[in-house]
């Protein structure tokens, strides 16, 4: 695994921030190809610089004065905010109450640590790839219920550099939503709710909803090697108790009995399902075959912070940032291979700033002095492990650009006189 000093981080940064970032196509992504006049202007970026100095209420005039500031300023962390009623910059100077946030992506945060009541191989901070399999399924559940359900086109998944996952959709209606409509898309999304002190979080009844059935298809692919042999829930009376507490305790007996003659979880599982099923269902028994799934969802669902999603003026770590404890790239994610995406192979700021050096060095005396830095850059960063990445983003704005073009046709065709 790649070794990471924060020591180094400040000359790391420099190096970064003018050789490898990708300006371009940052600006080309929070500009929207200039959608409305002033729109990235009235952006706000907030950068957390060294010792935790943050500031907030920045913004740029173009891709120019966005370099230039990162440049100079070096920050430790890069947060993207609203787009507002003027430039954040100048907030100070507008009258109270008039300063408003106008718009932004409707954004997702899924937070390893918000799993830490059903891993058994890591808390805190702390991911492996045991645990990994867990962001596996929120994307693809997440994903496809904003597509299929919600007929959103532009989803952005990012890596955070640690142990989470954001993503970012970008269509253009969306961008506009109220904070009401936004509580309704992430209520609508959340399944497992209560606090430490709740046992139970899940609540299924007969009647399952469609989406409740496709995020269960999903588990059903992973739940076997995660859950039973990964994680191994059902491994000892400490880890099966926990699951008894989510079963009606007319069971609770029979299943204690027999989990004891039974030498595995994936044994055990099979057991406590066949129990369910064989329960007379009736209403006060609460052994429907629904309950089965109810134990799945508490232990693979997504949990998302809804407070991130549902508030226009919340902040959230950009793309592209660096994690200051790991070194990570906060990374965008290629969906159609979610399953192969390995957060330990992502390359840190010292590893690209190593591959960078190493380039440097060899085409040194091939490099017309004459060339632009931005010449320097696209092939700087192009020949560094974070190429494949960038590519990833650059699929994602070709298609925002095509849909924008084939709205502005649809748009034009509407107004021709025939």
């Not at 399944?191 to 059935?213: A, C, T, W």
């Not at 709205?407 to 006189?417: P, V, Y």
Request: charged share 30%; proline share 4%; glycine share 4%.
């Amino acid at each position: 695994m790649e070794t990471f000093d924060p020591a180094e981080l400040p000359e790391l940064l420099k190096l970064y921030y003018r050789r490898l970032f990708p300006y371009a196509q940052y600006y080309r992504w929070l500009n929207y190809g200039g959608v409305t006049k002033n729109y990235f202007q009235h952006r706000e970026f907030s950068f957390t610089l060294k010792d935790d100095i943050y500031i907030r209420y920045q913004s740029f005039n173009n891709q120019s004065d966005l370099e230039k500031e990162m440049q100079k300023m070096n920050p430790y962390k890069i947060d993207i905010g609203a787009v507002y009623s003027h430039r954040p910059n100048q907030h100070n100077t507008v009258k109270l109450g008039a300063f408003q946030a106008q718009e932004k992506e409707l954004v997702f945060d899924i937070d390893m640590t918000d799993y830490d009541d059903v891993r058994r191989c890591c808390s805190s901070a702390d991911i492996c790839s045991k645990c990994w399999t867990l962001m596996t399924m929120a994307i693809r559940i997440i994903d496809r219920a904003l597509k299929e359900d919600f007929g959103f086109k532009h989803r952005l998944w990012v890596y955070s550099g640690r142990r989470g996952v954001h993503c970012w959709v970008c269509d253009e209606s969306v961008r506009k939503l109220s904070s009401a409509v936004r509580s309704g898309i992430v209520e609508y999304l959340s399944l497992v709710k209560g606090g430490q002190d709740v046992k139970k979080k899940v609540h299924l009844s007969e009647k399952i909803h469609p989406f409740v059935r496709k995020s269960i298809n999903i588990i059903k692919k992973y739940f076997e090697d995660y859950a039973l042999v990964d994680q191994d829930i059902l491994e000892n009376k400490e880890s099966w108790d926990k699951i008894l507490a989510l079963v009606p305790e007319t069971i609770h007996e029979k299943l204690q009995q027999n989990f004891q003659k039974h030498h595995n979880s994936l044994q055990r599982w099979e057991y406590l399902k066949k129990t369910i099923s064989s329960q007379d269902n009736t209403k006060n028994d609460k052994c429907g075959p629904w309950l089965e799934w109810e134990i799945m969802l508490q232990y693979c669902f997504p949990r998302l912070d809804i407070n991130v999603s549902k508030g226009i003026n919340h902040l959230l770590k950009s793309p592209f940032s660096v994690h200051p404890k790991t070194g990570r790239i906060s990374v965008p994610i290629d969906v159609q291979k979610v399953d192969q995406f390995d957060p330990f192979t992502v390359p840190t700021i010292s590893s690209i700033c190593r591959e960078l050096d190493t380039i440097s060095t060899n085409e040194g005396k091939e490099r017309n002095e004459a060339e632009s830095d931005i010449k320097h850059r696209t092939r700087d960063y192009k020949k560094t492990s974070l190429a494949p990445y960038i590519k990833v983003f650059e699929q994602f704005l070709e298609n925002l650009d095509k849909s924008r073009k084939g709205e502005l046709l649809k748009k034009s065709d509407l107004q021709k006189d025939f």
